[in-house]
């Protein structure tokens, strides 16, 4: 079953199926959360901070990590957009983009998902420090 993200016309092209997240768990939280974003959308790591914008998939993926780097790690957008080398005003549009979309009960069972492996990573890493 694919899960398309993006549109909710019929013309538009299937999206791949969500991957299954990654075990590893990088050193640093923002490289964890591109990485886990970027296998759930199916994508390269490095586009979700590429400085071009990329198609509507790359775009909706980055905004989705910059949500999570908020609500999860509490960042403020100046944060987030230095970490995806974008300006803050960005970061906030990307919020509310996906609050927005939130809406959609496939785009809410995506960040629903990624909310729980998140965790689910963060704490494997903080388990592994305190060994």
């Known amino acids: 079953m694919s899960l398309s993200l993006l549109s ?9 199926p969500v991957a299954a997240a990654s075990d ?9 959360l591109r990485e886990l974003v970027a296998t759930v ?17 790359v775009a909706f993926a980055r905004q989705t990590a910059m949500y999570l780097a908020h609500v999860a790690f509490g960042a403020s957008y100046s944060e987030i957009g230095r970490g995806f080398g974008r300006d803050r005003t960005t970061a906030a549009h990307a919020c509310r983009v996906v609050e927005e979309r939130r809406d959609d009960p496939r785009v809410e069972a ?15 890493a ?4 305190r060994a």
């Open 126 to 129: 903080g388990e592994g420090r």
């Open 8 to 16: 909710s016309g019929p013309s538009a092209p299937p999206a791949p």
């Open 110 to 124: 995506v960040v629903q998902r990624l909310e729980r492996l998140l965790a689910a990573a963060l704490r494997r």
């Open 41 to 57: 959308f199916g994508l390269p790591p490095a586009v979700l901070s590429a400085s071009s914008r990329g198609g509507a998939e």
């Open 24 to 32: 590893r768990v990088p050193r640093c939280p923002a490289d964890a």
